[in-house]
């Protein structure tokens, strides 16, 4: 099991140089990878908000180790074509620790509405789909078309490609008990779950996580490698804890930091103390 932190892009830590410090502090503390959440707004419209893209370059630039991403883009809202080429250059840019998450994005009105973009989950979940297709087929590096509902692509080709291969990672957030996001999972390299009936104070329970798990492999059409993926919060060293996890699938468990928690030298001093097992 690998061990990352996950930072918010607001609030105290809308600052983008805060972030690539406490991205450095992570790996020089032991964790595999650090992640940054995805907002273009916020509730608090007086919240300053960081550009998660800009704030993984600076990681990019700042470690040398860690895996690194920006968990979960909400590619509904986003062109896939800039996306795309984005995350391949970000690949190359930190020698090939890019991991890439998606999903619906959480803030319908504030990051959709109103901006005048269609804030229907059914439509965001349709751009979704449509928009992994080409993100995926442009990284390929050979010439792609799309035609699609929302997005169209005719014959383009997208140098370099990421260093990645096949392709950059790509996993999917979804809230259970909804099941459309894991099946979609399913199609991918990776699962993030969250879930409905566990706060954000909380941890879902190996018990919880294991019934995901077994979901997203039973649609999923071959056995291929899955990653597994969730937010928790330890104070430390717990390897038993971690270790049940483990048990039921688990390979990347990101220790959830913000305001929530603390302040920001509290979190520093979570990040000093390193992973928790």
């Given at each position: 099991m690998k061990f990352a932190v996950g930072l918010p892009n607001v609030r105290e830590y809308g600052d983008p140089a805060l972030l690539v410090e406490l991205g450095h502090e992570a790996e020089?503390?032991?964790?595999?990878?650090?992640?940054?959440?995805?907002?273009?707004?916020?509730?608090?419209?007086?919240?300053?908000?960081?550009?998660?893209?800009?704030?993984?370059?600076g990681l990019a630039d700042r470690t040398q180790r860690i895996?690194?991403?920006v968990m979960v883009c909400a590619l509904a809202?986003?062109?896939?074509?800039?996306?795309?080429?984005?995350?391949?250059?970000?690949?190359?840019l930190s020698g090939g620790r890019l991991r890439f998450g998606a999903g619906l994005g959480s803030l319908a009105e504030e990051e959709f509405a109103a901006f005048g973009e269609d804030?229907?989950?059914?439509?965001?979940?349709?751009?979704?789909?449509?928009?992994?297709?080409?993100?995926?087929g442009l990284w390929t590096g050979e010439p792609f078309s799309y035609d699609g509902v929302h997005h169209v692509v005719r014959s383009a080709r997208f140098l370099p490609t990421p260093l990645q291969r096949p392709r950059i990672p790509i996993?999917?957030?979804?809230?259970?008990?909804?099941r459309p996001p894991f099946r979609r999972a399913a199609r991918w390299d990776g699962v993030f779950p969250t879930r409905r009936d566990v706060g954000r104070a909380e941890t879902m329970s190996p018990g919880q996580l294991a019934e995901i798990v077994a979901y997203t492999r039973s649609q999923r059409p071959g056995d291929e490698p899955l990653d597994v993926v969730i937010e928790g919060q330890t104070d430390g060293p717990d390897a038993a804890r971690i270790d049940s996890y483990a048990d039921v699938g688990l390979t990347w468990w990101i220790e959830k930091?913000?305001?929530?928690?603390?302040?920001?030298?509290?979190?520093?001093?979570?990040?000093?103390?390193?992973?928790p097992a």
């Open positions: 020089l503390a032991g964790w595999d990878g650090v992640f940054v959440w995805d907002h273009l707004a916020y509730r608090e419209p007086e919240a300053p908000v960081a550009d998660p893209w800009i704030a993984v370059a895996a690194l991403g809202r986003r062109r896939p074509w800039k996306v795309a080429r984005e995350a391949a250059s970000l690949d190359v804030a229907d989950p059914r439509v965001r979940a349709a751009r979704l789909d449509e928009a992994l297709e080409i993100v995926a996993w999917i957030a979804g809230r259970w008990p909804a930091l913000g305001w929530f928690r603390g302040s920001p030298e509290e979190m520093r001093a979570r990040i000093a103390a390193g992973p």
